[in-house]
């Protein structure tokens, strides 16, 4: 794909939707017609996976082209991490973001960049602390009772009032249509080189939590995870519809259609994410339109092993700015634009404890890692000293533990997933360094003064 190819991009996010339960990756039952239907038109990744199994270990490699675990806490956006809605904000784009994910919101510093920041969560999850029931049962209950007790509450009365934690994508929707409305009668894209549009669903985020799904019936579970992929599947097609028939992206747009992370549906014995590297929490669906071209062929699969951590060098790449790319970008963008994708690629997230009784985003945890190539996976529990090996050509589900079988594949995986884990520590170490020195001579000049 040439350099400068676009001049807007369109990032639609899906929280929680794992590449399997997508038809064009093999499900079985219709969930994604219209997903379906768009892929024709574009290049579908095969093997791209984040670089985390949640919102938080996700987004900050998704946004920033950075792996989870290095300059500390993943929760927030911190430098010397670089957005890539920074970056194009400079760059002159107008920046648009709506989501309703609380740890996506200001607080955690993702409106870094962004001209319009559409805030959607209800304000009862962004100001959970100053709710008259949380205080009640904070005062009375031990932190890890209050949390479960608080979140039992809150579900009944959302069942009762038909109310969700986020906004739905109906919602998101019709917020959309108000604010390109906005744009366009302000004329906020005029003088601007293009606009970089992100758009966050959450329908598919734990439905069995806000439906009538049975909790003792994993069937049920399954079919209202479904269910949610169906909604925000009709509203992307609507909603793509809507956005490429008008003017301001009609010509020269690139669209970006992937997920945060999975969900785990009892493949390995839980349910949710954010606690294990399995691929149900890691594989994620990635879409590009319109499709590469390489070498002057279409592709229509592609089937190297991308990252989303080599998602902003692309857009950088695809509009042109590849001179503007950070040194603190790690991921490849002719891993996506070329058939050869990464040789390795690495995933990684804290596994949080939960008798800290500190906010999730401030307590410590353990570090989990996972490497893989085309058809190894190594995982590493690095607190417990724990390693899962997993020929992914043969065992996709990722039921049998090789690790004894296959020596010499140990031993090299293990090498590269040491260095990557030197690498995170000593560019952390490198950027504390610096910060002191920054201090350090601040207060001389201070003295001095």
């Not at 001209?115 to 209800?122: A, R």
């Not at 038909?162 to 919602?171: E, G, I, N, Q, V």
């Not at 390693?387 to 090299?412: G, M």
Request: charged share 25%; with cysteine.
């Amino acid at each position: 794909m040439p350099s400068g190819s676009f001049k807007n991009v369109i990032l639609i996010t899906i929280d929680c939707l794992r590449a399997d339960h997508v038809n064009i990756y093999g499900y079985d039952k219709l969930t994604t017609p219209n997903l379906n239907s768009i892929a024709r038109q574009g290049t579908v990744f095969l093997k791209a996976f984040a670089n985390g199994p949640n919102t938080a270990s996700s987004f900050i490699s998704l946004f920033t082209s950075t792996y989870p675990l290095m300059y500390g806490n993943y929760y927030w956006l911190r430098e010397p991490r670089i957005p890539i809605s920074y970056l194009l904000k400079q760059a002159n784009f107008l920046t648009i973001g709506i989501h309703s994910n609380t740890y996506l919101s200001a607080f955690f510093n993702y409106d870094k960049g962004f001209d319009i920041f559409i805030d959607l969560t209800p304000k009862e999850s962004r100001e959970r602390d100053k709710e008259p029931l949380y205080r009640i049962i904070s005062k009375r209950l031990p932190f890890n009772i209050r949390r479960y007790v608080y979140n039992k509450l809150k579900n009944i009365e959302r069942r009762l009032f038909k109310s969700k934690p986020y906004a739905d994508a109906p919602t998101v929707y019709s917020q959309l249509a108000k604010v390109m409305e906005f744009v366009r009668h302000r004329s906020l894209h005029n003088n601007k080189r293009g606009i970089f549009l992100w758009v966050h669903f959450m329908d598919v985020h734990m439905p069995s939590l806000y439906t009538k799904a049975n909790k003792s019936n994993t069937w049920s579970i399954i079919d209202a995870y479904d269910q949610s992929i169906r909604v925000v599947d009709k509203v992307i097609k609507e909603m793509l519809d809507y956005l490429l028939e008008d003017k301001l992206f009609r010509d020269s747009s690139m669209v970006i259609i992937t997920a945060d992370h999975g969900q785990e549906l009892f493949d390995h014995g839980g349910q949710g994410h954010g606690h294990a590297l399995y691929d149900e929490l890691i594989r994620v669906p990635l879409i590009i339109l319109p499709a590469l071209e390489i070498n002057h062929e279409v592709i229509a699969n592609h089937c190297g092993l991308v990252q989303l951590l080599d998602v902003p060098p692309f857009i950088l790449h695809s509009l042109g700015l590849s001179q503007i790319k950070p040194k603190t970008f790690l991921g490849r963008e002719d891993a996506i634009y070329t058939q050869n994708g990464n040789e390795y690629i690495f995933s990684e997230v804290l596994l949080r404890e939960d008798v800290d009784e500190r906010p999730i985003y401030l307590r410590k945890g353990r570090p989990l890692y996972c490497i893989r190539s085309s058809k190894w996976k190594l995982i590493y529990d690095q607190h417990r000293k724990k390693f899962e090996l997993y020929n992914i050509e043969e065992d996709p589900k990722e039921r049998l533990n090789v690790l004894h079988d296959n020596p010499e594949v140990f031993d090299s995986l293990v090498k590269r997933l040491i260095e990557h884990i030197r690498f995170e520590h000593e560019e952390s170490l490198r950027i504390k360094i610096k910060a002191l020195r920054k201090t350090m001579i601040k207060h001389k000049t201070c003295d001095i003064l």
